[in-house]
């Protein structure tokens, strides 16, 4: 996907479809071992850079925990290889693989954050995004509260951390490095999600 996911409900060939997903907002925190989302525009005091404009406040998307995302009921459940989750019909959520694979094809872990992050909207040292992904510098969050906003980005994968289910790898730019970095995050944290296409849908 070009574009942060913003769905509130799952899909209907998802094994969650129908399911509600909880919702936090600045004054209504929400349990973090259960799937909820969180869009940052709705926070007001989220310390914006001037670099960010209405219209790419517009194009955050929403941040997931990792619950949400793969489409589990606890923090801590395993999931492995490719799982719709939040996606829509046709589409998984990444494994961390998927990523490693796009950071090699855009000249490594060293130089890949240059050609995925946007033009525009970044702190400091905007991208090139001759890679067409566009990724903007939306944060993270966690319950109720945003950080980061302008400075960083990070990307759901479906691989939970070996050893340690309380942790997924997550794809991270920063604001001040050309590094596409691949780090392990709590479940509980909420992130952006990008999903890829996946045509016929494997089996859960």
């Known amino acids: 996907m070009t574009e ?9 060939l998802s094994p969650r479809s129908g399911e509600p997903i909880a919702v936090a907002t600045y004054n209504q925190s929400v349990d973090i071992n259960k799937p909820y989302y969180i869009d940052v525009s709705d926070f007001e005091e989220t310390p914006y850079t001037d670099n960010l404009t209405e219209n790419i406040r517009n ?6 925990n990792w619950s949400a995302a793969a ?24 494994t961390a693989d998927d990523w490693k694979e796009l950071v090699s094809i855009l000249g490594g872990d060293k130089a890949a954050g240059q050609p995925l992050k946007s033009r525009n909207g970044w702190y400091t040292d905007i991208g090139s995004d001759v890679s067409g992904m566009c990724c903007y510098p939306v944060g993270l969050a966690a319950n109720n509260f945003v950080s980061l906003v302008g400075q960083q980005t990070m990307f759901w994968s479906s691989t939970s951390q070996l050893g340690d289910n309380a942790k997924s790898t ?4 920063f604001y001040d490095s050309d590094e596409a970095e691949m780090p392990n995050i709590f479940k509980y944290q909420a ?4 999903c890829v296409w996946h045509i016929p849908m494997p089996e859960n």
Do not use: M
Not at 59 to 64: A, M, Q, R, V
């Open 4 to 12: 942060n996911l913003k769905v509130t409900q799952y899909d209907t």
């Open 59 to 64: 194009s955050f998307g929403l941040l997931y």
């Open 71 to 94: 489409g589990t009921t606890e923090n801590n459940t395993t999931a492995g290889g490719w799982i719709q989750g939040i996606c829509p019909n046709g589409w998984v959520l990444p």
């Open 170 to 173: 997550v794809l991270k730019l």
């Open 191 to 194: 992130s952006s999600v990008r």
